[in-house]
C-alpha cells in the first residue's frame, strides 16, 4: 500500500499503529491514510493541541469515541489504557513514541484512555474523533500516575491541568 510500510496490532483489542512510509521530495513529505479508509470508522471531529516540554495531557477517553492519533511536530510519549469494562486487558496499556521525524498514526479504540507527554520543547499532537467532543464532564480521567497501571512516563513532576491533576484511580 502506497505510503504505509505496515500496521501493527497490540495486545489491546483494536489498537493499530500504522507506520507511514511518506512521499518525500526536495520540497518535503506527504503523509496520506486514503487506501485505508475501509478500516477506520467516519471521523467527524478533527482537533490539534499545541504543548510545551513537560506538558502531560490525559488520561482522558469515553465508551463511544474512536480516535486516531499523530504527532505533526516535535515529539510525545503516547500511552494508552484499555478501559473497557469486561475487556481481558482492562488496566493494559501500551506506549508509544511519536514525532514528526518518524510518521506513525495509533487508532485508539473506544472505551481506551489516552494521555501524551511532551518530550520536545514544543509539540503539535493531532487526532481525529468518531464523534462530537461533549466536553469532559462525559469523559473518564484518570491520574497520570496511577499506581494500578504503573505507565513508566520519563518525569515526576509534569505540567498538569487541574482536571488531571484531580483525576479518578483505575
Same mark, same amino acid.
Given at each position: ?23 518525500? %521530495? ?107 467532543? %461533549? ?36
Amino acid at each position: 500500500m502506497k505510503y504505509i510500510k505496515s500496521i501493527n496490532k497490540f495486545r489491546i483489542k483494536g489498537l493499530l499503529e500504522i507506520e507511514l512510509d511518506p512521499f518525500c %521530495d526536495e520540497r518535503g513529505e506527504i503523509w496520506s491514510l486514503h487506501e485505508t479508509c475501509n478500516i477506520f470508522p467516519t471521523f467527524v471531529e478533527d482537533k490539534v493541541t499545541i504543548s510545551k516540554k513537560n506538558v502531560l495531557r490525559g488520561l482522558h477517553g469515553d465508551n463511544e469515541t474512536d480516535k486516531l492519533i499523530c504527532c505533526l511536530s516535535g515529539e510525545i510519549l503516547l500511552s494508552v489504557v484499555d478501559y473497557r469494562k469486561g475487556s481481558s486487558t482492562f488496566g493494559a496499556f501500551e506506549c508509544f513514541k511519536l514525532s514528526s521525524k518518524a510518521p506513525k498514526i495509533i487508532f485508539v479504540p473506544a472505551g481506551c484512555l489516552n494521555g501524551h507527554l511532551c518530550l520536545s520543547e514544543e509539540c503539535v499532537f493531532f487526532y481525529k474523533w468518531s464523534k462530537k467532543y %461533549d466536553g469532559p464532564e462525559n469523559q473518564f480521567t484518570i491520574k497520570w500516575n496511577d499506581p494500578t497501571i504503573n505507565i513508566p512516563w520519563p518525569i515526576e513532576n509534569p505540567i498538569l491541568s487541574k482536571r488531571d491533576q484531580e483525576g479518578n484511580l483505575l
